[in-house]
């Protein structure tokens, strides 16, 4: 079967950084994406990944390791607003999402 | 319209009633996609559209239906509503194929099954 595990809630401090991390296996692999989902909102797009690295946007970065089935969403400088719920997703090979429950990040000021 | 909207906002449906979930977007993407998120488990894909006049089943299709009759309309249909589909149901859009394209999702209907 296919799985996408990630923490279920983590919490973190104003200012500090955060690495939210998301193992998966699935049937095939065409990229991970990162979205950002405020309580009672959408999911909005925050990275993509396919080849194995470390992607820099701005405060947050995603990384990913193709090898190891194993990816990770970084945030620095922590702000109030960044408290939310972060899905990894996994495109497989037949170009379909398969998603994250999602990991609850809490910022504490 | 920018971008995608889903009408309603929220709904309290009798269990046995027939509901129409009306989603719209005006990007001209090709694919569009219904997905119901329950707490715990995710984003789960109900059915997809490639293309206007085609549509597909995705993880948990049973008791919906889709229909895609032009690029900017994708209803969902409940023929017959029942408690275990209450839940936060999301319209969504990209290019579809080739990977890296990004989904982008509306506002989301809230269903109350009683």
């Known amino acids: 079967g296919q799985n996408i595990d990630q923490p279920t809630e983590m919490t973190a401090t104003e200012g500090a950084i955060v690495q939210i991390n998301c193992t998966y296996q699935t049937s095939g692999f065409n990229g991970l994406f990162w979205y950002q989902q405020h309580a009672g909102e959408a999911p909005t797009f925050l990275s993509y990944n396919v080849l194995d690295g470390l992607e820099e946007k701005g405060r947050f970065s995603s990384f990913l390791s193709r090898s190891k089935g194993y990816s990770y969403l970084l945030l620095k400088e922590l702000q109030m607003k960044d408290s939310a719920s972060y899905l990894c997703a996994v495109t497989d090979s037949n170009y379909q999402l398969i998603w994250g429950a999602g990991t609850k990040l809490i910022i504490k000021p | 319209i920018a971008g995608i909207t889903q009408a309603p906002t929220s709904q309290i449906l009798a269990a046995g009633r027939r509901m129409t979930l009306r989603c719209t977007q005006d990007?001209?993407?090709?694919?569009m996609y219904w997905y119901r998120q329950d707490l715990g488990l995710g984003l789960r894909l109900i059915h997809y559209s490639n293309t206007a006049g085609t549509t597909g089943k995705g993880e948990v299709p049973d008791g919906y239906s889709v229909s895609r009759a032009n690029t900017d309309d994708f209803p969902l249909t409940l023929a017959s509503a029942v408690p275990s589909q209450t839940s936060v149901y999301f319209c969504a859009s990209s290019e579809p194929g080739t990977s890296g394209r990004e989904q982008y999702f509306g506002p989301g209907t809230r269903l109350t099954v009683l």
């Open positions: 990007m001209r993407h090709n694919a």
